[in-house]
């Protein structure tokens, strides 16, 4: 069984930077592709970024290419979300999903993804 505990969040200023850990105490956490999603109030949740199951492929979407940074360890069955650049349009609830997922096309679908972690607060100021 898959049990997600996403942690890492707060306040910070724009620009700045929070790294987001995502662990999950079951023994299976190689096996799934793990992705880190987002939620503002008042807006639909969106794909922020994801990885293979090993580790040797990400996606990311267009709006934090180049300032986040997805990777995994899997001997600590723990993914993180570094993220840089800060903008106030990051500001969301970011939750951690894991899912069986056979087709690259499918990564950024959350709806593939079977297990979800608690959301984590990131608000950044202006």
């Known amino acids: 069984q898959v049990q997600l505990v996403a942690s890492g969040g707060g306040l910070v200023q724009a620009g700045g930077s929070l790294r987001l850990s995502c662990a999950d105490s079951?023994?299976?956490?190689?096996?799934?592709?793990m992705g880190w999603f987002r939620q503002a109030p008042g807006k639909e949740r969106e794909f922020v970024a994801t990885?293979?199951?090993?580790?040797?492929?990400?996606l990311y979407a267009d709006s934090v290419k180049g300032r986040f940074t997805i990777s995994r360890e899997n001997g600590k069955n723990t993914v993180y979300l570094q993220m840089n650049s800060l903008e106030p349009d990051d500001t969301a609830a970011y939750y951690c999903?894991?899912?069986?997922?056979?087709?690259?096309?499918?990564?950024?679908?959350?709806?593939?993804?079977?297990?979800w972690g608690q959301g984590t607060q990131v608000t950044v100021s202006s």
């Open positions: 990885i293979s199951s090993s580790g040797g492929r990400t």
């Open positions: 999903a894991a899912g069986i997922i056979y087709n690259y096309s499918d990564y950024p679908k959350a709806t593939k993804y079977q297990y």
């Open positions: 079951g023994r299976t956490f190689s096996r799934y592709a």
